[in-house]
T-cell receptor, first 111, second 113 residues
């Protein structure tokens, strides 16, 4: 049973077309939820850490939010350089301090 | 500040061979974790080391082993390579163990022929 599920698997947007990526989780005892950006063939680049429901964080065109069951990554007026795979991961009481990842959402932004 | 570094960047091996991958954490970070990422999937946890001791192990066979050195750098060893071991191997570091943010290196791309 998947503990972290990301949707959609792929998303195509026009430049300037805002949208949201979803990450739902079924673990209990959440210690932290993490968003990363990954470009092809490279390591994940850290974006945000969220620790408790109701928390929000922003960075440029990205905003991450957290509820008790899911997190959203909102992308406002995206640009082609935002094209990448966005990974969500959780750390919880049973994971020995390690990250459990979803499969990612591949975002393509066309000019 | 230097981030997490990994070597080599790419590696080609044949089935049955052995491979050693290396990782240097961010300065001041004492925890190192290893992940395997196959194409189209999220990274899968292999090992975590903190203060030179193994603190966690994922669901990988005994062919996989690792260690952490006094300077907190780490090695991942894989014996008797299989075709299915072809993947991007990622190292991540964090200041301590637990629910802290982990910062990833660029990875080592391993191809087993």
């Amino acid at each position: 049973e998947d503990q972290v599920t990301q949707s959609p698997e792929a998303l195509r947007l026009q430049e300037g077309e805002s949208s949201s990526l979803n990450c739902s989780y079924t673990v209990s005892g959440l210690r932290g939820l993490f968003w990363y950006r990954q470009d092809p063939g490279k390591g994940p680049e850290f974006l945000f850490t969220l620790y408790s429901a109701g928390e929000e964080k922003e960075k440029e065109r990205l905003k991450a939010t957290l509820t008790k069951k899911e997190s959203f990554l909102h992308i406002t007026a995206p640009k082609p350089e935002d094209s990448a795979t966005y990974l969500c991961a959780v750390n919880y009481g049973g994971s020995q301090g390690n990250l459990i990842f979803g499969k990612g959402t591949k975002l393509s932004v066309k000019p | 500040d230097a981030g997490v570094t990994q070597s080599p960047t790419h590696l080609i091996k044949t089935r049955g061979q052995h491979v050693t991958l290396r990782c240097s954490p961010i300065s001041g970070h004492k925890s190192v974790s290893w992940y395997q990422q196959v194409l189209g999937q999220g990274p899968q946890f292999i090992f975590q080391y903190y203060e030179k001791e193994e603190r966690g192990r994922g669901n990988f066979p005994d062919r996989f082993s690792a260690r952490q050195f006094p300077n907190y750098s780490s090695e991942l060893n894989v014996n008797a390579l299989l075709l299915g071991d072809s993947a991007l191997y990622l190292c991540a570091s964090s200041p301590r163990q637990g629910g802290e943010t982990q910062y990833f290196g660029p990875g080592t791309r391993l191809l087993v022929l």
